[in-house]
C-alpha cells in the first residue's frame, strides 16, 4: 500500500472510531463521515481488520443497514454522489451482496429451515457429548490456544460486531480447524452480531465451509491472517491446511419469489418489526390510524440472545416509533411480550376499528416466521395482514437465484432502474 493509502487507515483518522448508537441519525452521520471514502480508498483498504479501534477503512455501516434504519438506496447514493460507478464499484457491490443474500434465501427458504432443525439437532448433541460441549465452550469463550481466533471470539461478544475478513477466518477454523458444527457457529454469531441477519449469516457460514458455492469452501492461513491485521497475529496457528469442502446432499427446493399484495382503499394499523425501521419512505396509501412495533430478535436462537443485540433492537425501535409519530402524526404503542403479540394486534385493530395490518415485506428469518404464524391467527378475528414490499428488494431479489455474478452484471442497470445516480 502507498503511504498516502496508509494514512487513510491511521487510527486517529475521523472514521476510526464507530459508536453503534441504535438511531437513524447516527447512521445517517456514520455514512456522510465515511462517503468520501468509499471509493480507490474502500477498495485498496477494505481486506485490512486493523481491530476494533480502528474502523477507518470500512463504513461500519451494517447494524444500521441490517435493520433498515438507513436503507442500501441511500447509501448508495450517497456513494454515488461522491464518486463514479467505477470508483466506487467494489464499496456498490458489497452493499449488493446484501440483497443478493436476502433474495437468493427468500426463494431457498427450505436452507433457513434446515440450518433451524440442525441447529436444535446441534444444540442437543452438546448436551450429551461432554468432549463436543467443552471444545463448543472453548471456541465461544475464546480459551482454544488460537490468539487470533480467541481475540474474534472476545471482540465479537464485548462489541457486537467483527470485520468481514475476521468472520470469515473465525468460521473457517471454527468448521475446518475446531471440527465444529457451523451451525453452532452460525448462531453464535447470530446471537452477538449487532448486524444479525439470517441471510448474510447463513449464507456467509455456507460459503465458507464450501455449501453456497457446492464444492468451494474457504481456507484461513496464518500468512494471511497475519498480513491483513497488520502483524497483529503472526504466531504459529496450526490451522487445517487443505480442508475438504462439506457436503450436504439435501437439495433445497427453489419457490417464487413474493408478489406485492395491494393495499386496499382501507384504514389500517401500521406494523413495525426490526427487519425495517424506515416507515417514512414505505409506499404506503393515506396515514396510518396506529402504530405498532413489535420485535423478535429473542427468536433468533434457542439459545440466549445476548443482552447488545436485544437493547439494540428495542432502542433502535423506539428511535423509529418516534420518527413515525412525528412523521404520520398518529399513536405509537409498543408490544414488549414478544409471546402476546397475536393479542396485542388484534385488541389495537379493534381498539382502532380498523381490519387491516400493513407491515414492511419481512423477508426469511425469525420475524417472517412469526408474522406467518400470526397471520394465521389473525385471519380467524378477520383482519388481514399486508407486506409491502421496497422497489429495491423487488428490482434486485430476482436476479438472485444463482452466484452473486448474476447481480453484479445487472449493477449499472440496477442503478439505472432505481434513480439511484
Ligand atoms: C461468516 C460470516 C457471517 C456474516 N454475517 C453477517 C450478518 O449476520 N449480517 C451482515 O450484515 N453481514 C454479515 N456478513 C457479511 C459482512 O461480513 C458484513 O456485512 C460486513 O463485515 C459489515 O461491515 P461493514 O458495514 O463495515 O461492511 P462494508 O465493507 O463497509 O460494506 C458495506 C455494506 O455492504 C454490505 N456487505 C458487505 N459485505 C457483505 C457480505 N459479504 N455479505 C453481505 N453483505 C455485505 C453490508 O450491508 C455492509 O454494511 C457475514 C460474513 C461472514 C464471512
New binding site residues.
Given amino acids: 500500500m502507498s503511504d498516502e493509502q496508509l494514512s487513510f487507515l491511521d487510527e486517529e483518522c475521523d472514521t476510526a472510531h464507530v459508536d453503534f448508537l441504535p438511531t437513524r441519525e447516527a447512521g445517517l452521520e456514520r455514512l456522510k463521515h465515511f462517503a468520501p471514502y468509499t471509493g480507490r480508498a474502500?477498495a485498496s483498504g477494505?481486506n485490512f481488520d486493523l481491530g476494533a479501534d480502528n474502523?477507518s477503512n470500512?463504513?461500519?455501516?451494517?447494524p444500521w443497514?441490517?435493520h433498515r434504519l438507513i436503507s442500501?438506496d441511500e447509501?448508495l447514493r450517497e456513494t454515488l454522489k461522491q464518486h463514479s460507478l467505477q470508483a466506487s464499484e467494489k464499496?456498490v457491490q458489497?452493499?449488493f451482496?446484501?440483497a443478493y443474500?436476502k433474495g437468493w434465501l427468500e426463494q431457498k427458504p427450505d436452507v433457513w429451515r434446515l440450518y433451524n432443525k440442525d441447529l436444535k439437532s446441534a444444540i442437543k448433541v452438546l448436551g450429551k457429548d461432554k468432549n463436543l460441549r467443552q471444545r463448543y465452550e472453548e471456541a465461544i469463550a475464546g480459551n482454544t490456544g488460537i490468539d487470533a481466533f480467541d481475540h474474534w471470539a472476545k471482540e465479537l461478544t464485548e462489541t457486537g460486531y467483527?470485520?468481514?475478513h475476521a468472520?470469515?477466518w473465525?468460521?473457517s477454523i471454527w468448521i475446518f480447524t475446531l471440527k465444529l458444527p457451523w451451525e453452532l457457529g452460525a448462531d453464535f454469531?447470530?446471537r452477538h452480531?449487532l448486524?444479525?441477519?439470517p441471510a448474510?449469516?447463513t449464507c456467509?457460514?455456507r460459503?465458507?465451509g464450501g455449501l453456497h458455492t457446492k464444492g468451494k469452501n474457504y481456507a484461513a492461513r496464518a500468512s494471511n491472517i497475519s498480513k491483513f491485521t497488520n502483524g497483529r497475529f503472526t504466531g504459529h496457528m496450526n490451522l487445517a491446511s487443505d480442508p475438504s469442502p462439506l457436503n450436504d446432499m439435501r437439495e433445497a427446493d427453489a419457490v417464487p419469489l413474493p408478489i406485492q399484495e395491494s393495499i386496499e382503499d382501507k384504514s389500517y394499523i401500521l406494523l413495525l418489526t426490526e427487519e425495517d425501521l424506515l416507515p417514512e419512505t414505505l409506499a404506503l396509501r393515506d396515514e396510518p390510524k396506529a402504530i405498532i412495533g413489535m420485535l423478535s430478535a429473542e427468536a433468533r436462537s434457542p439459545l440466549e440472545v445476548s443482552a447488545k443485540v436485544i437493547q439494540f433492537t428495542q432502542s433502535a425501535m423506539a428511535d423509529a416509533l418516534e420518527r413515525a409519530k412525528g412523521h404520520f402524526g398518529c399513536e405509537t404503542t409498543f408490544c414488549d411480550k414478544e409471546d402476546d403479540q397475536l393479542a396485542f394486534l388484534v385488541e389495537a385493530a379493534k381498539a382502532n376499528d380498523v381490519d387491516t395490518i400493513v407491515t414492511a415485506y419481512a423477508p426469511v428469518g425469525p420475524v417472517a416466521d412469526r408474522l406467518a404464524q400470526i397471520q394465521y391467527k389473525l385471519g380467524e378475528h378477520d383482519i388481514k395482514l399486508v407486506q409491502v414490499m421496497r422497489d429495491y428488494d423487488a428490482k434486485v431479489w430476482p436476479h438472485a437465484t444463482r452466484g452473486f455474478f448474476k447481480v453484479k452484471k445487472q449493477i449499472p442497470k440496477l442503478i439505472d432502474q432505481l434513480n439511484i445516480s
Avoid: P, T
Avoid at 470500512?58 to 451494517?62: D, G, K, R, Y
Fill in positions: 474502500y477494505r474502523r470500512i463504513s461500519a455501516l451494517s443497514i441490517r442500501e447509501v464499496f458489497e452493499v451482496w446484501r443474500f467483527l470485520h468481514n468472520r470469515m473465525f468460521a454469531f447470530y452480531l448486524d444479525g441477519d448474510s449469516n456467509s457460514w460459503w465458507v
